[in-house]
């Protein structure tokens, strides 16, 4: 069974432009949550997104946002770049979310720099 | 004070030893996860778990709920063992899938 990919791997970006992300789940996972990890603030939840719905967001700005479709795949976009959104983005998925026997399944992440 | 507590925050070791990593927590949770992060960003899922103790191979994770802690126990270590594992905690309630994540305890098991 195929992991978790997440693409591109690496990204660089000139502040001010917008970015988006992409990942896809293992097949039958319905559940896709985003991460932002940097050096100083570690691993930070972004939201979840459960059957094309946005059910939880964490606590970042307007210009972080996402969708899922229809086949589970999630994107999730970043506008008005700014230096401090350089930061490793890693996706999980899982069968559920939130529940007790639906553990999560990262990707590698995708690396992004704002010059 | 952060949500999510580890201890300690970096851990050196021969091979072979015992090692212990703690994690307190002050809200109230639905579950707790162990991973485990490698150099170059893959995290690993260790454990997820809401009550007791979970063995898988030479890893064992306990947690009391009561007492809002968890602990991370790696038996006879080994080098490949070297990584740095982050608890996090999964929030209760209505919404209850939210992560809040430790900072992370950075093990260097030595040949």
């Known amino acids: 069974k195929a992991g978790v990919t997440q693409t591109p791997r690496y990204l660089i970006k000139t502040r001010g432009q917008q970015v988006t992300l992409s990942c896809s789940p293992i097949?039958?996972?319905?559940?896709v949550s985003w991460y932002q990890q940097t050096p100083g603030q570690g691993l930070q939840f972004l939201f979840e997104?459960?059957?094309?719905?946005?059910?939880n967001k964490g606590n970042f700005p307007g210009r972080f946002s996402g969708r899922q479709f229809s086949n589970s795949r999630s994107e999730m976009n970043v506008s008005t770049l700014e230096l401090g959104d350089s930061a490793l983005y890693l996706c999980?998925?899982?069968?559920?979310?939130?529940?007790?026997?639906?553990?999560?399944?990262f990707g590698n992440g995708t690396r992004l720099t704002v010059t | 004070k952060n949500e999510v507590e580890q201890s300690p925050q970096n851990l050196t070791a021969q091979e072979g030893e015992f090692i212990t990593i703690n994690c307190s927590y002050s809200?109230?949770?639905?579950?707790l996860h162990w991973l485990q992060q490698h150099p170059g960003g893959g995290i690993v899922s260790l454990f997820m778990?809401?009550?007791g103790k979970k063995k898988h191979g030479r890893l064992i994770a306990t947690i009391n709920i009561q007492e809002k802690h968890s602990s991370l126990h790696i038996t006879a270590s080994h080098p490949r063992d070297s990584a740095v594992y982050i608890c996090?905690?999964?929030?209760?309630?209505?919404?209850?899938?939210?992560?809040?994540f430790g900072k992370g305890t950075l093990l260097t098991v030595n040949p």
């Open positions: 999980a998925s899982s069968l559920t979310g939130g529940s007790y026997n639906s553990p999560l399944h």
């Open positions: 097949s039958g996972h319905r559940s």
């Open positions: 997104y459960f059957s094309e719905t946005q059910r």
């Open positions: 809200v109230g949770i639905s579950a």
């Open positions: 778990l809401s009550s």
């Open positions: 996090a905690v999964q929030n209760s309630g209505g919404s209850n899938y939210k992560l809040t």
